[in-house]
């Protein structure tokens, strides 16, 4: 069964910079578009940057500029690159997967950014 693996989450100061990373186990499969989502306490859960297969992204207007989306086919892997990070950006973040035939929508558990000095 396939099951999202999330890394990179943890503890920075505004301004630094963190990478996350996602990759599904189990079964390989057609993915469309791979993203990350964020839902801080209380609120509800955003996208935050997209990619689909073509190589096509979308960012929340809060982050463009700032974080990037990128993926790696040949590992199956989606990244977000965050720089410039701000008190803002403080969320648990959740990958999400698209397979594309059947459409099947994957997510992650979740890694926590926090964002203080």
């Known amino acids: 069964q396939v099951q999202l693996v999330e890394s990179g989450g943890g503890l920075v100061q505004p301004g630094g910079s963190l990478r996350l990373s996602c990759a599904p186990s189990?079964?390989?499969?057609?993915?469309?578009?791979m993203g990350w989502y964020r839902q801080a306490p209380g609120k509800q859960r955003d996208l935050v940057a997209s990619?689909?297969?073509?190589?096509?992204?979308a960012y929340a207007d809060s982050v463009k500029g700032r974080f990037t989306i990128s993926r790696d086919n040949a590992k199956n892997t989606v990244y977000l690159q965050m720089n410039s990070l701000k008190p803002e950006d403080t969320s648990v973040y959740y990958c999400?997967?698209?397979?594309?035939?059947?459409?099947?929508?994957?997510w992650g558990k979740g890694t926590l950014v926090t964002v203080s000095s």
């Open positions: 189990g079964s390989r499969f057609s993915i469309n578009t």
């Open positions: 999400h997967v698209q397979r594309t035939y059947p459409i099947i929508d994957y």
């Open positions: 990619i689909t297969s073509g190589g096509s992204t």
